[in-house]
């Protein structure tokens, strides 16, 4: 069964520091993978995918997530913090085995930045 | 349009009442999907469409849910008798669709939020 994983509610970095959200996947055949992001009172936005190729992925406002077949990760990075990249995080997995254009998502992970 | 634009903003019914949900998905998108989202969780699939047809209607929670897409552009989910367990953010989204790689950039709309009294 697909499913993804982001281990942590929330993320705290002082402004300036390199970031890291978490994000692990489970699925039977190749994965499709998606970074999405949701400041408040608003719909979410597309922010990086991973479909083959490269395994790092650059995306929006300067993210960039890094593809990890082995540990069947894809964690969401940036070098140095803004305070305004504070906002939910959303990862989310497609199948490619799965016939279905279904995105499994993640539980989200609120990123804070600290001034 | 410029974006996903979903109505109304909020919406406070009161249980046992029938609430209809709009969006309006950017214009010349083929996919559309609606999601229910509770807060501080991520997006549940409800169902989605390829222009006008229903692909698939999987996730609508049981049959006072339904969906329609009559000429393949404006959506509406309807909720029917409302119960208070329905109240949640509704959210709309819709993509190109035109291939794989196209259909899974999603453009979400703001969302509806529901309160079921």
Not at chain 2, 23 to 51: K, M
């Amino acid at each position: 069964a697909q499913s993804v994983a982001q281990p942590e509610d929330q993320v705290n970095v002082a402004e300036g520091n390199p970031l890291t959200v978490k994000c692990t996947y489970s699925v039977s055949g190749n994965p499709y993978l998606f970074w999405y992001v949701q400041y408040p009172n608003r719909g979410l936005q597309f922010l990086l995918k991973y479909i083959t190729g490269d395994n790092l992925v650059k995306g929006s406002y300067g993210f960039e997530a890094e593809f990890n077949k082995s540990q069947t990760s894809f964690h969401l990075k940036k070098p140095s913090a803004l305070v305004s990249d504070s906002a939910l995080y959303f990862c989310a997995v497609r199948d490619s085995w799965d016939s279905n254009y279904q995105l499994i998502w993640g539980a989200g992970t609120k990123l804070i930045i600290k001034p | 349009g410029a974006g996903v634009s979903q109505s109304p903003r909020y919406k406070v019914t009161k249980r046992g009442q029938d609430v209809a949900l709009r969006c309006d998905p950017i214009s010349g998108h083929v996919s559309l999907y609606w999601y229910r989202q509770a807060l501080g969780q991520g997006p549940e699939f409800l169902t989605y469409f390829n222009y006008e047809a229903q692909q698939d209607k999987s996730g609508l929670p049981n049959d006072r849910f339904s969906a329609e897409r009559p000429e393949g552009s404006i959506s509406t989910l309807t909720i029917q008798r409302t119960e208070q367990r329905d109240s949640a953010m509704y959210r709309c989204a819709s993509s190109l669709g035109w291939d794989r790689e196209t259909n899974e950039k999603l453009f979400f709309g703001s969302g509806t939020q529901l309160s079921v009294l």
